[in-house]
């Protein structure tokens, strides 16, 4: 019989092998084949062999890998656990994304490349006001207060170090006890460049070794042994990385320096010296190791900066909150806040959780969200999010979203997803890596090999120490960073600044795009029309009569154009009347019966779905409205029309200055819009369009974006509704206004927080800046192992004489991951 299963957690053609030869010699397996791509595994088996035999055979093997049934799904979505502020979220994954977006639960390396896993930065929604007894610490709870078992007063409970900040603590504390004795290590080394030695005065050449050889063991099996591991399981899954380079160089020279140490008899003579001793290279292992190390620690410290922008919006989340109960006000922990909780806000507090304002006013200062600095005035009615702060007035919200369901929350998981997404350029070095690892050793043995037939003598000395040059300066480190960490940067970067990038793909395509599609309403302009004007046909019904029936079609659509008919027949006090078979016509209108009547409201289109004619007066009263760029709704009542509703929208008054600055950066503006040409052509004289499309329904507007792509143009698509998000999909780039539907940003691969046409130019600018310093970290990551690996196997020595130290290379080594880092960090004071 044979059966098809998901195997989970394989990422090369390493794994792929290894995961096939452990289900294979699983007792009464015919035949086992796996599929890296489709992650599947087909198994022959004689009798049904049980599920959990093939998962406990991969368990004992490492457990890296996990076999579920047919259709489960490989990559489950992860359930972040709610843990408090301080304490990390239990989520860790690898800063070079060999992984893709798979995450680990707990902190150590990864399993391809070796690299320590990174703490995903989150919000929580777990109070950190809570207190405890200095007595009796079982005591805690969530304000100060007295001890009820000895009446002390308690103090704040302190958050737990990061894992982030652990492990930086912990390479920290191995690098000091690395560097103590590696310093002794070295310095009796170069002391034989010293005539005469003073210290053999004290004792001989092969007593001193021994005391390298002693000192050295904290070193390699204590402080770097970790490097060992790494290599090992690099070669043990074939997933070869910077560690195999590592784990080969230092563990030879230090494996040779023993070898030579307890048997020197077994070396040719060219090894030895004056004193009979074999020449032993406990210094460059352990200060290869060392520098290694050193390499790592400046590493995360460095890492921990990449992420700054997300930590600065985790600051923006408070502890507490004043919730109002019946008249009384209480503090309470942000956990403890339920939707439909009033709050009092008071003057300098950020805002607890996302709401509406029931009571009050005041200015919002939103600039950590939505990148502008000037506070925002917000009254009874008004939106207000999680973590901006409030000005210098009292107002009572009411609680709607609260925990992972607020924008700030949202924002930073968009952030962490997006920072973990793999760029498509990053696959030019994924696929140099690929082969890097086993040219390098491949050269190292050649380089070997050269130096020990033509090398001066000792040529096997000279032959020994550049192969190890060669695998230590040959680190692909630099090289897996180059893309990922320039992505993390730039993508908190947005966020700062009101730009939510979906995925690292869209940041990179935003680059190339040079067609730009924008909806009308709510892109371009405010989104927030308002009734102007009614109008009514004949004599069968009065203005208020046809508001009414207006209203009541209206209540039951969410179109911005009906909020603003309702909202209008609010003020004019009209009663709202039962409307009974509503629907609504996508791009055309809505319709219904009132009163036993069937109404229909809607654009020309919905007239003609509704079969009502429309005479050529009523279509110039219309008109003369639409040539001032107002929309015009028609109103058909037993399919004769009888009035019409004029609304307004006034444009934005930063989308003219926006498309400006797009338009001067070589992109073309198109404006699609359902409403109709004499609208649409009153608000694209006044931005300066030439280009615009009128009377658009969703599929057009697809088609319009498909019909720019045949042509070869890169589109991005901009819009805020239901309607827009077939396009948004479709395009290249789709990005979704913060102020729109939760359909379109959904659809959307960037969104912009405040919802205006300068959000666009922000990401475009920022897409420049990252993709220019992607380029640059590959560049120098490129160029730095092309000079570095050919010195360091001595092709100068020939000419000038020179070689590289394997020391000097470790050193070099290192900093070369640190200066990708580095140079990523600038993107931090780009301006965008």
């Given at each position: 019989?044979?059966?098809?299963?998901?195997?989970?957690?394989?990422s090369?053609?390493?794994?792929?092998?290894?995961?096939?030869?452990?289900?294979?010699?699983?007792?009464?397996?015919?035949?086992?084949?796996?599929?890296?791509?489709?992650?599947?595994?087909?198994?022959?088996?004689?009798?049904?062999?049980?599920?959990?035999?093939?998962?406990?055979?991969?368990?004992?093997?490492?457990?890296r890998?996990?076999i579920?049934?047919?259709?489960?799904?490989?990559?489950?979505?992860?359930?972040?656990k709610?843990?408090?502020v301080?304490?990390?979220?239990?989520?860790?994954?690898?800063?070079?994304?060999?992984?893709?977006?798979?995450?680990?639960?707990?902190?150590?390396?990864?399993?391809?490349?070796g690299?320590?896993?990174?703490?995903e930065?989150?919000?929580?929604?777990?109070s950190?006001?809570?207190?405890?007894?200095?007595?009796?610490?079982?005591?805690?709870?969530?304000?100060?207060g007295?001890?009820?078992?000895?009446?002390?007063?308690?103090?704040?409970?302190?958050?737990?170090?990061?894992?982030?900040?652990?492990?930086?603590?912990?390479?920290?504390k191995?690098?000091?006890?690395?560097?103590?004795?590696?310093?002794?290590?070295?310095?009796i080394?170069?002391?034989?460049?010293?005539?005469?030695?003073?210290?053999?005065?004290?004792?001989?050449?092969?007593?001193?070794?021994?005391?390298?050889?002693?000192?050295s063991?904290?070193?390699?099996?204590?402080?770097?042994?970790?490097?060992?591991?790494?290599?090992?399981?690099?070669?043990?899954?074939?997933?070869?990385?910077?560690?195999?380079l590592?784990?080969?160089?230092s563990?030879i020279?230090?494996?040779?320096?023993?070898?030579?140490?307890?048997?020197?008899?077994?070396f040719?003579?060219q090894?030895?010296?004056?004193?009979?001793?074999?020449?032993?290279?406990?210094?460059?292992?352990?200060?290869?190791?060392?520098?290694?190390?050193?390499?790592?620690?400046?590493?995360?410290?460095?890492?921990?900066?990449?992420?700054?922008?997300?930590?600065?919006?985790?600051?923006?989340?408070?502890?507490?909150?004043?919730?109002?109960?019946?008249?009384?006000?209480?503090?309470?922990?942000?956990?403890?806040?339920?939707i439909?909780?009033?709050?009092?806000?008071?003057?300098?507090?950020?805002?607890?959780?996302?709401?509406?304002?029931?009571?009050?006013?005041?200015?919002?200062d939103?600039?950590?969200?939505?990148?502008?600095?000037?506070?925002?005035?917000?009254?009874?009615?008004?939106?207000?999010?999680?973590?901006?702060?409030?000005?210098?007035?009292t107002?009572?919200?009411?609680?709607?979203?609260?925990?992972s369901d607020?924008?700030l929350?949202?924002?930073?998981?968009?952030?962490?997803?997006?920072?973990?997404?793999?760029?498509?350029?990053?696959?030019?070095?994924?696929?140099?890596?690929?082969?890097?690892?086993?040219?390098?050793?491949?050269?190292?043995?050649?380089?070997?090999?050269?130096?020990?037939?033509?090398?001066?003598?000792?040529?096997?000395?000279?032959?020994?120490?550049?192969?190890?040059?060669?695998?230590?300066?040959a680190?692909?480190?630099?090289?897996?960073?180059?893309?990922?960490?320039?992505?993390?940067?730039?993508?908190?970067?947005?966020?700062?600044n009101?730009?939510?990038?979906?995925n690292?793909?869209?940041?990179?395509?935003?680059?190339?795009?040079?067609?730009?599609?924008?909806?009308?309403?709510?892109?371009?302009?405010?989104?927030?029309?308002?009734?102007?004007?009614?109008?009514?046909?004949?004599?069968?019904?009065?203005?208020?009569?046809?508001l009414?029936l207006i209203?009541?079609?209206?209540?039951?659509?969410?179109?911005?154009?009906?909020?603003?008919?309702?909202?209008?027949?609010?003020?004019?006090?009209?009663?709202?009347?039962?409307?009974?078979?509503?629907?609504?016509?996508?791009?055309?209108?809505?319709?219904?019966?009132?009163?036993?009547?069937?109404?229909?409201?809607?654009?020309?289109?919905?007239?003609?779905?509704?079969?009502?004619?429309?005479?050529?007066?009523?279509?110039?009263?219309?008109?003369?409205?639409?040539?001032?760029?107002?929309?015009?709704?028609?109103?058909?009542?037993?399919?004769?029309?009888?009035?019409?509703?004029?609304?307004?929208d006034?444009?934005?008054a930063?989308?003219?200055?926006?498309?400006?600055?797009?338009?001067?950066?070589?992109?073309?503006?198109?404006m699609?819009?359902g409403?109709?040409?004499?609208?649409?052509?009153?608000?694209?004289?006044?931005?300066?369009?030439?280009?615009?499309?009128?009377?658009?329904?969703?599929?057009?507007?697809?088609?319009?974006?498909?019909?720019?792509?045949?042509?070869?143009?890169?589109?991005?698509?901009?819009?805020?509704?239901?309607?827009?998000?077939?396009?948004?999909?479709?395009?290249?780039?789709?990005?979704?206004?913060?102020?729109?539907?939760?359909?379109?940003i959904?659809?959307?691969?960037?969104t912009?927080?405040?919802?205006?046409?300068?959000?666009?130019?922000?990401?475009?600018?920022?897409?420049?800046?990252?993709?220019?310093?992607?380029?640059?970290?590959?560049?120098?990551?490129?160029?730095?192992?092309?000079?570095?690996?050919?010195?360091?196997?001595?092709?100068l020595?020939?000419?000038f004489?020179?070689?590289?130290?394997?020391?000097?290379?470790?050193l070099?080594?290192?900093?070369?991951?640190v200066?990708?880092?580095?140079?990523?960090?600038?993107?931090r004071?780009?301006?965008?």
């Open positions: 019989m044979k059966h098809t299963y998901h195997i989970h957690g394989m090369c053609n390493g794994c792929r092998m290894h995961v096939e030869a452990t289900l294979s010699n699983v007792e009464g397996v015919a035949r086992a084949s796996v599929d890296l791509q489709k992650a599947q595994a087909t198994i022959e088996m004689q009798t049904h062999i049980p599920l959990e035999t093939f998962q406990k055979a991969l368990e004992n093997d490492g457990g890998y996990s579920h049934p047919p259709g489960e799904h490989d990559h489950p979505k992860k359930e972040h709610i843990k408090p301080g304490q990390g979220t239990g989520v860790f994954y690898c800063p070079m994304q060999c992984e893709g977006d798979k995450t680990y639960d707990k902190p150590g390396d990864c399993a391809v490349c690299m320590d896993l990174v703490e930065q989150n919000l929580s929604v777990a950190t006001s809570q207190w405890t007894c200095p007595m009796h610490p079982e005591v805690i709870q969530d304000g100060p007295s001890c009820p078992m000895c009446g002390m007063d308690l103090v704040p409970l302190e958050a737990d170090l990061s894992a982030e900040e652990k492990a930086y603590r912990k390479l920290l191995k690098f000091r006890v690395a560097l103590a004795f590696t310093l002794p290590v070295f310095l080394a170069m002391s034989e460049m010293l005539h005469p030695n003073p210290l053999f005065e004290v004792m001989g050449q092969y007593a001193w070794n021994w005391v390298q050889f002693a000192l063991l904290p070193v390699v099996f204590w402080a770097t042994w970790m490097f060992f591991e790494r290599a090992y399981r690099s070669i043990r899954f074939w997933n070869l990385n910077m560690f195999t590592i784990g080969i160089g563990g020279a230090w494996m040779f320096s023993v070898v030579a140490l307890i048997l020197p008899d077994v040719p003579d090894f030895k010296t004056e004193s009979g001793t074999v020449h032993v290279y406990f210094e460059a292992a352990v200060v290869i190791l060392t520098l290694v190390l050193l390499g790592q620690l400046l590493e995360a410290r460095a890492h921990s900066k990449t992420n700054s922008a997300i930590k600065e919006l985790l600051k923006l989340a408070p502890n507490k909150a004043i919730r109002v109960v019946d008249g009384e006000e209480e503090v309470v922990g942000i956990d403890a806040i339920e439909g909780n009033i709050l009092r806000v008071k003057p300098g507090d950020r805002i607890p959780v996302d709401g509406v304002i029931t009571e009050g006013e005041s200015a919002i939103e600039s950590m969200i939505t990148g502008e600095p000037l506070p925002v005035t917000k009254n009874v009615g008004d939106q207000v999010s999680s973590g901006t702060i409030n000005g210098n007035r107002f009572l919200m009411q609680a709607e979203k609260v925990g607020t924008l929350s949202q924002i930073i998981s968009m952030v962490n997803e997006a920072s973990r997404s793999r760029a498509p350029i990053q696959k030019l070095a994924d696929t140099v890596s690929a082969y890097f690892v086993p040219i390098v050793v491949l050269v190292a043995l050649v380089t070997f090999g050269v130096w020990a037939i033509w090398g001066p003598d000792p040529a096997y000395v000279y032959a020994l120490v550049n192969a190890i040059a060669v695998l230590i300066i680190c692909p480190c630099a090289l897996g960073l180059a893309t990922p960490m320039s992505v993390m940067v730039g993508v908190g970067k947005g966020a700062q009101g730009v939510l990038i979906k690292a793909e869209a940041l990179e395509k935003m680059y190339k795009i040079n067609t730009l599609i924008v909806d009308k309403t709510g892109t371009i302009t405010e989104g927030k029309p308002a009734v102007e004007h009614i109008g009514s046909f004949g004599n069968n019904y009065t203005k208020n009569e046809i009414e209203v009541a079609l209206n209540s039951n659509s969410e179109h911005p154009l009906a909020e603003a008919a309702v909202a209008h027949g609010k003020e004019k006090k009209i009663g709202v009347k039962k409307v009974d078979n509503f629907s609504a016509v996508t791009g055309k209108g809505v319709e219904g019966t009132v009163d036993g009547k069937k109404l229909a409201l809607g654009n020309l289109k919905m007239m003609d779905y509704a079969l009502t004619p429309v005479a050529d007066v009523m279509k110039a009263e219309a008109k003369r409205f639409q040539k001032q760029g107002k929309t015009v709704s028609f109103l058909s009542v037993e399919g004769i029309l009888e009035g019409y509703m004029v609304i307004g006034r444009i934005k930063s989308s003219a200055n926006a498309i400006r600055e797009l338009q001067a950066k070589g992109i073309d503006v198109v699609l819009t409403d109709n040409y004499d609208t649409a052509k009153s608000v694209a004289s006044e931005l300066g369009l030439a280009d615009f499309r009128a009377g658009m329904l969703p599929e057009d507007k697809l088609k319009e974006v498909e019909r720019l792509q045949s042509q070869g143009n890169v589109v991005a698509m901009a819009g805020d509704g239901i309607n827009d998000s077939p396009a948004l999909a479709k395009s290249d780039v789709g990005i979704a206004m913060g102020t729109g539907t939760d359909v379109a959904e659809s959307a691969a960037i912009l927080v405040k919802g205006d046409l300068l959000g666009i130019v922000k990401a475009r600018k920022l897409s420049e800046a990252v993709m220019k310093n992607i380029k640059q970290n590959l560049f120098f990551a490129l160029i730095y192992n092309t000079l570095g690996v050919p010195v360091a196997a001595g092709v020595y020939p000419v004489g020179i070689l590289l130290s394997p020391m000097i290379a470790a070099a080594m290192s900093f070369s991951s200066s990708v880092i580095t140079n990523a960090l600038r993107l004071s780009v301006k965008i």
